[in-house]
């Protein structure tokens, strides 16, 4: 019975470690777009790296409270946890992050070729899709920094 009373305290304790951490952390990072060179906010959609290392500390503080194999094992387990996260998140994260370059440099292309039927059709689809005002948002950010020039016949 007391195995189980140090299990939940311990369970407890991770997540209220695990909550404290978390309050307050809003950091948006920007990154370079290659196509406009501009800073442009990164889009992080994934376990950003301070929850990782919360879980890793929720672990490192509760490890000497449980008995010995128990300790070291949640111990481990944090690691890897922690680990994959981080791992998990950084991929993700760049992969987004050439997802929206690759955007931006389609943008900034079809804005220097000034085709307003082309313009049109994209304005259409996007806001079919329900996507028309993040559309028109990133065209502001990026045509800003892009000189138009006459289409080709």
């Known amino acids: ?19 404290i951490g978390c309050a307050g952390q809003n950091v948006t990072p920007t990154h370079q777009d290659p ?43 944090g690691v890897l946890v922690t680990t994959g996260a981080g791992a998990i998140a950084t991929y993700q994260n760049s992969k987004l992050r050439d997802h929206q370059t690759m955007l931006n440099s389609v943008i900034a292309g079809v804005e220097a070729g000034n085709n307003d039927a082309t313009k049109t059709a994209i304005s259409n689809i996007a806001a079919a899709t329900g996507l028309g005002a993040k559309l028109d948002s990133i065209v502001q950010k990026v045509s800003s920094s892009v000189t138009p020039t006459t289409p080709k016949s």
């Not at 009373?5 to 369970?11: D, E, K």
């Not at 406009?36 to 490192?60: C, D, F, L, R």
Request: no cysteine; net charge positive; glycine share 8%.
């Open 35 to 77: 196509g406009t060179g501009q800073m442009v906010p990164a889009v992080t959609n994934y376990v950003p790296n301070s929850i990782a290392n919360q879980i890793g500390q929720g672990t490192t503080v509760v490890a000497p409270f449980l008995p010995p194999p128990w300790g070291m094992i949640l111990s481990a387990i």
């Open 1 to 19: 019975m007391k195995f189980k009373s140090t299990i939940v305290l311990a369970a407890m304790l991770v997540v209220s470690v695990f909550m």
